[in-house]
Structures are given as structure tokens and as C-alpha cells.
């Protein structure tokens, strides 16, 4: 089966290798079921009635509040590269012209497809990114990579692969088209206070370097600086998700940083147990007093372009 048809929605699976290579295990069959029974108002009774982390993290509204926000025309034709089970797909459908998601998961492009089903402005790749990338036709105004960039070594086989696979996305830019990235920042002040790194569960696995992990990697904010300037992003404007991009409350950037007292919300950790061993809202406090707060942020969300 090359193609298949979900409602208004298309899926198109040539590049598909028969066969999922990430998943999160039987709780993406439970998460088909809502997606295919339940309207998107009933997401918060099904989150509060099945007390489950990945229910929280794929359905909750607030996982939009990282894209919302973003001025567009309404014209704009949209790469989201990494749609996963739809957390922010349905934002962009509403603020976009067109939609194409690509997700090397089939169950969770199903997933992404039964929730948006009435979008008629949105298709899917299904299959690998590196496999995919050759045959895509046109340029695109926005791409996407909101929790999926610290994965680049699943898409593309490289010796430089972030670099590369940033390379690769810039060539799909339309003139003055943007590529949003969201990610955790591998010195956040919460790993610091002992949280475990995100991906990993490890306590302080990325402040070290990730030196038991191969298959994920956070940066700090320089980093990411130098790695989106290799690809030749040069123009880069950095925002601050916080408590992290998963759960928005506010956003900050270096125009409008937060002010002492106001990060007080620190210790949402929904996953898994971490420990405690600072305040984090003093340490906070005196990060912003030392002009300090964007290296220590728990999160980036950054839009480049090419400079």
C-alpha cells in the first residue's frame, strides 16, 4: 500500500521500510484508540483519567503554546519534520496554508492523522528523513524541528550529523523562510538542582558530556550557536520556553528576560522522580541578577535563517 486516506488527510507511505523503528510500545495502540474515538475537547478528561505520562505529553493543549505564538501569514507552506503522534501539528494546520509532516513512524503518523482528520490543508511523508529528502519538491516558509533535532543521527548517516541534517533542511527553505528548532538545553538549570537528563533518565548524564549515551545530544547555547552557523544559518534569534518548550507557560527572549521572583514554577517533572538539591527559583534569581539567565535556561526555542 503506497497511499492511504484518513478523512481529508493523505499519507504517503513510498518511502516507508514496511516496519517502525521508534516507538513508545504498546501506549501508542492506547493512543490510536483516543485519537480515533475522542474530540480534541475531551483530551483533558482522557489526560486526568488515564494518569499516563506519554497521554499528558502527546494530548496536552499546552504543547502547542510553543509554536502559537509564532507570527505568520496564514500563507506560509509549513515542513513540520517530526509531527510524531500531533502534539503541535493541528497549531500549524490552523496558521498555515499547508501542512506536510514527515515521521519515519507509520502508528504514529495514524496516530497524528485520526486527530487532524479534518484538516484538509495537511499530508505525510512516512519514512526515514534521509531517505525522503532527495525527492522533495518545492520550498517550504517554515520548518519545523520542535523536539526532534537532538535525534539527528536517526535521520541522517553523517560524521558530522547535526551539522549535516541542519545542511540538508536549509536547501528546502523558500526565500526568507525560517527553521524553528525546540530543544532542552544540556546545561538547564534543573539538571543542575537534580533532574535527570530528559531523554537519557540519567542524573547529570548531559552536563557531563553524555558519556554513557550515543543515541541522543543536547547543547548548550553556544553550541547550538556554532552548529547552526556550520550549516549556514547565521541569523539566529533565541527564545527561552519556560518552565521548558514541552509545557509553556511564558517565553522570553534576550529583549524581555524574566525579572528576580518571577520563575517560580520549577519543579514539574511528570516522568520520573528527580531529586532536589537547591532552590532553583533563588538560583534563578541570581542567574537573571548576573545577566546569566539565557545560558541557563531549561530550554531554547530558536528561529534561524540563513544570513
Known amino acids: 500500500m503506497e497511499r492511504e486516506q484518513i ?15 521508534y516507538t513508545d510500545g504498546d501506549i501508542e495502540d492506547e493512543m490510536l ?3 480515533k474515538n475522542c474530540a480534541p475537547g475531551a483530551y483533558g478528561q482522557i489526560i486526568c483519567e488515564r494518569c499516563s505520562w506519554p497521554v499528558l505529553y502527546h494530548f496536552s493543549y499546552l504543547r502547542e503554546n510553543i509554536i502559537s505564538w509564532l507570527p505568520m501569514s496564514g500563507q506560509e507552506r509549513v515542513l513540520e519534520i517530526g509531527g510524531g503522534p500531533g502534539a503541535i501539528t493541528g497549531a500549524l494546520c490552523r496558521k ?6 514527515i515521521d519515519l513512524s507509520r502508528k504514529r503518523c495514524l496516530i497524528n492523522a485520526y ?14 528523513f534521509q531517505d525522503i529528502e532527495p525527492n522533495l519538491t518545492g520550498q517550504y516558509d517554515l520548518i519545523t524541528l520542535i523536539g526532534v533535532f537532538e535525534y539527528a543521527q536517526f535521520s541522517i548517516q553523517s560524521e558530522r550529523p547535526f551539522v549535516d541534517y541542519l545542511a540538508r533542511i536549509r536547501r528546502h527553505l523558500a526565500p526568507g523562510g525560517r527553521i524553528v528548532i525546540a530543544i532542552e538545553n544540556r546545561l538547564g538549570l534543573k539538571y543542575w538542582a537534580g533532574a535527570t537528563e530528559d531523554h537519557t533518565g540519567l542524573y547529570f548524564e548531559g552536563l557531563e558530556g553524555y ?3 550515543d543515541y541522543v545530544r543536547t547543547f548548550s547555547k553556544p553550541e547550538l550557536e556554532q552548529v547552526m552557523r556550520e550549516a549556514g544559518l547565521a541569523k539566529q534569534k533565541f527564545y527561552y520556553p519556560y518552565p521548558d518548550y514541552k509545557f509553556v507557560e511564558r517565553i522570553y527572549s534576550d529583549e524581555y528576560l524574566p525579572k528576580k521572583g518571577e520563575l517560580n514554577r520549577n519543579r514539574q517533572n511528570f516522568d520520573r522522580q528527580r531529586m532536589q538539591l537547591f532552590r532553583e527559583e533563588r538560583v534563578y534569581d541570581t542567574l537573571i541578577e548576573s545577566g546569566l539567565f539565557a545560558q541557563f535556561s531549561n530550554s531554547f526555542l530558536v528561529v534561524a535563517q540563513e544570513g
Open 33 to 35: 484508540e483516543i485519537a
Open 7 to 21: 478523512g481529508k488527510v493523505a499519507l504517503d507511505y513510498r518511502y516507508y521500510p514496511g516496519e517502525d523503528h
Open 96 to 101: 498555515a496554508q499547508d501542512v506536510t509532516v
Open 115 to 128: 486527530r487532524h482528520r479534518e484538516c484538509g490543508n495537511l499530508k505525510f511523508l512516512v519514512g526515514n
Open 211 to 213: 558519556p554513557t549515551t
